[in-house]
């Protein structure tokens, strides 16, 4: 789009020297012709510049880029609508769940709150858990948690490839359907935990014992191994 918009620029300078040449030689109608041609010139350039303008993105506030391969995106083509980064503020974050279809239950008697954040390296934090989508689904929401985004969650190609338009999120789904859910951290938290990083969730039921916790969970991990 810059190129073609230079390239009118100087075919503009080119026609206003024939222009005044034309005036010159009192080639009166030539000169005519030329001036329309002109006007022509000035009225696309006018498009080009406003559909230039329109590719700058420019952020409303102050933040942190947040993205994955961003330099992969340098000279591609990209899908109108299609996201390309996240602009964050460090100090306001949230994490975003995926839990099992099998923790649903536990995850959604839990809402409002407080529930374990294991950080890698770090002491445990706590946090209240926020929303909880009310379905499960294959769609993940962000490829980081996926183990080919460097995620622990398994995931294969869902046959979306040759779809034309498709998200990178879409080329993926779960093996089995999970919930989506959020985790509101304070200000103080948000600043702890970089953005991006993986971190594991837990949550007790009320008035669960920590014996029943550790049954509960046997339980549970010889269900889904069957």
Known sequence: ????????RLTLEESRLLCRMKELQSKPAESLAELERIAELNKRIFEKEEQLAQLIVRAPQRGHVIGRNLDALLGRYLQEGEQILILGDESRKQLQ????QDDLAMFAAGIGQEIKIR??????????LTTLEPQAGL???HLSLCAIGGGPIPVRESGANSREGASETDRYEYLAP?????VKLTEAQSQELSSGQLVTVWIRPHQETVGM????????NRLRNL
């Open 178 to 182: 999970r919930i989506a859910g959020t």
């Open 119 to 128: 950080v890698p390296n770090q002491a445990a934090i706590s946090a209240p």
């Open 213 to 220: 916790h550790f049954y509960n969970v046997l339980i549970r």
């Open 139 to 141: 769609q993940p929401k």
């Open 1 to 8: 789009l810059q190129f073609e918009l230079d390239d009118l």
């Open 97 to 100: 769940l995926s839990v099992a």
